[in-house]
């Protein structure tokens, strides 16, 4: 992981060694904490997150962890464990996150009772402003979580979405393919301002944006009609009006113009 700090000409990166030397694949940040959440991409990946000495200052270091799942330490959560079901999580402390003649931080993390994901990747934040409860009206109970994948999880291997919620230091499955017709290897991942999440498939035919609502319903949004590449990067623009996608291969980036603020009958 490297830093690198703005101009107008090339400058040099900062080395973060504290934040672990692996398979980086996405990060997200606690906005209330500064605490930074990180995937790897890997088929025996763990969920990381680097707790930083200053808010907002990563160059001054700090600690590296990985989450465990307190009843079930050192877990492989391919299959086995039911949608919706909370678990309590605590978090291990990496022994040495750089080390330079081996890749082992999943080895550590595990000797320690880690979890371990197949193939961590995309992770997004979601601080649930404007989230309505059962009744309509805004959720005062609400709190930030943080959604990421494990894209070949599953008993088909069609993948995962877990979401963790640091105020309650819980972990749930919150959906797990259980047919690549549904759901085929979800990359990374957004979630829209009406609340669903906004997946990108990297799997092996024909590769979808997906969507699912809070509920965990799920359904096809956009197809890749170009051909068979990944869709990659989703995002929205900051007023929330504007998707921007990208399909890997040719290289180009789709701008899907809303509105996004509900659903459409």
């Not at 906005?31 to 959440?37: E, L, M």
């Not at 969507?211 to 890749?224: H, L, M």
């Amino acid at each position: 992981m490297f830093a690198q700090f703005g101009g107008t000409s090339p400058v040099e990166p900062v080395p973060l060694v504290e934040m672990g030397r692996f398979n980086h694949e996405a990060v997200a940040v606690d906005p209330k904490t500064g605490i930074v959440y990180q995937t790897e991409d890997s088929g025996s990946s763990l969920f990381y997150r680097f707790i930083p000495k200053q808010y907002g200052n990563l160059k001054a270091g700090g600690t590296l962890q990985a989450l465990r799942i307190k009843d079930k330490p050192e877990v492989n959560t391919t299959t086995g464990f039911v949608v919706g079901h909370k678990w309590d999580v605590d978090w291990v402390t990496i022994p040495e996150p750089n080390p330079t003649t081996v890749d082992n931080l999943r080895v550590q993390g595990r000797s320690l009772g880690a979890a371990r994901f197949n193939r961590g990747e995309g992770i997004w934040y979601d601080d649930n402003k404007g989230k309505k409860d059962k009744n309509g009206k805004d959720d005062k109970k609400s709190k930030g979580e943080f959604y990421f994948t494990a894209t070949s999880g599953g008993p088909v291997g069609g993948g995962q979405v877990w979401r963790y919620i640091p105020g309650e230091e819980t972990i749930e499955l919150f959906v797990e393919s259980q047919s690549k017709d549904e759901l085929d290897m979800p990359d990374n991942l957004v979630v829209a301002p009406f609340g669903d999440l906004i997946l990108c498939e990297d799997g092996s035919g024909d590769n979808f944006l997906i969507g699912i609502t809070p509920s965990g319903e799920i359904y096809k949004f956009a197809r890749n009609a170009l051909q068979t590449g990944e869709f990659a990067g989703a995002c929205f623009s900051p007023d929330g009006d504007t998707l921007f996608v990208n399909i890997q291969s040719p290289g180009i980036t789709l701008a899907i113009w809303g509105p996004w603020t509900g659903y459409r009958d």
